[in-house]
Nanobody, 119 residues
């Protein structure tokens, strides 16, 4: 089993910052890609950012220049630094890990952490 636990969500004012963390543990026999999705009420789940085992990153256009994804392989932890937050960033943020096996890549998800940007 592979387990992911998110932390760092909360309530912030517009223009504020938060840093989300995603701790990965369990049976991992090779490198894994990881990243973050978010889901707001009335909207479908959206890919926010991803990072590969070689630290190649990608971002949704809506967060480019404001969010930064990173990882610490020694700690098996991923991070999402969120700056200049806007009300439209509000939602539940889910961490994922794509674990490579001999025949396929299996996706694992965390339980999510709530981010609320409001006055």
């Amino acid at each position: 089993q592979v387990h992911l636990v998110e932390s760092g969500g909360g309530l912030v004012q517009p223009g504020g910052s938060l840093r989300l963390s995603c701790a990965v543990s369990g049976s991992i026999f090779s490198g894994y890609g990881m990243g973050w999705y978010r889901q707001a009420p009335g909207k479908q789940r959206e890919l926010v950012a991803g990072i590969t085992t070689r630290n190649t990153t990608n971002y949704a256009d809506s967060v480019k220049g404001r969010f930064t994804i990173s990882r610490d392989n020694a700690k098996n932890t991923g991070y999402l630094q969120m700056n200049s937050l806007k009300p439209e960033d509000t939602g539940v943020y889910y961490c994922y890990a794509d674990v490579v096996g001999p025949l396929s890549v299996r996706a694992y998800w965390g339980q999510g952490t709530q981010v609320t940007v409001s006055l």
